[in-house]
């Protein structure tokens, strides 16, 4: 299994609190994602990175905010969580040097509720 | 990035084989076909990918036609295992996963 973990893996929060999750990577991949699932929705790209100070915005990703100043993490920010950001999180990998096609390697995911 | 069309639920009987269908019509000429599957409770994980040829892996065989408008993962003898939520994207730049196909496998 690719080295992806993610923390916390479960958080209970209420609204207007600053959230941040984590994403760790030992692969030394190149691009990161954060995704969100939803029922009904799927996955939903919410941001990603194709290197260390270089993100940019995905399908949702207002309310978000990303940091990545290490090529092993990757960070999801909630400034002022809101109900509607209740979901699981995922996290996902790739190499580019491995093809044109991308294949993404996914964290285990955090679920997160917030009253 | 072309979207894809996906039935919501599919039904296989254990060690039968199980064709899931995709609908991709807005597909580009470039765009990679990717499936990828998530078992409960769990991140997805990649199955198979293809360009324009039929693909084969040890996990599954990928059946693309030949106007690329459409393509069908086949498990060759579905386990129990197998039951998961099964995601067919189109890939240019990101991935849209959708809301995939879920498969019940019946002992």
């Known amino acids: 299994d690719a080295g992806i973990t993610q923390s916390p893996r479960h958080k209970v929060t209420e609204t207007g609190t600053p959230v941040t999750l984590r994403c760790h990577q030992t692969e030394n991949h190149r691009y990161m994602y954060w995704y969100r699932q939803d029922p009904g929705h799927g996955l939903r790209l919410i941001h990603y990175s194709y290197g260390v100070k270089d993100t940019d915005k995905g399908e949702v990703s207002d309310g978000y905010s990303v940091s990545r100043s290490k090529t092993e993490d990757f960070l999801l920010t909630l400034e002022s969580a809101t109900s509607s950001q209740t979901s699981v999180y995922f996290c996902?990998?790739?190499?580019?040097?491995?093809?044109?096609?991308?294949?993404?390697?996914f964290g285990p995911g955090t679920r997160l509720t917030v009253l | 990035d072309a979207k894809t069309t996906q039935p919501n639920s599919m039904e296989s009987n254990e060690e039968e084989p199980v064709h899931l269908p995709c609908n991709h019509s807005t597909i580009s000429g470039t765009d990679y076909i990717h499936w990828y599957r998530q078992l409960p409770s769990q991140g997805p994980e990649y199955v198979i990918h293809?360009?324009?040829s039929n693909v084969n892996n040890r996990m599954a065989s990928l059946a693309i036609a030949e106007d690329r408008k459409s393509s069908t993962l086949i498990l060759h003898r579905a386990t129990l295992r197998d039951a998961a939520v099964y995601y067919c994207i189109s890939y240019r730049n990101q991935f849209y996963f959708g809301t995939g196909t879920s498969l019940t496998v019946i002992p």
């Open positions: 293809g360009l324009t």
């Open positions: 996902a990998i790739s190499d580019p040097t491995s093809g044109p096609y991308n294949e993404q390697f």
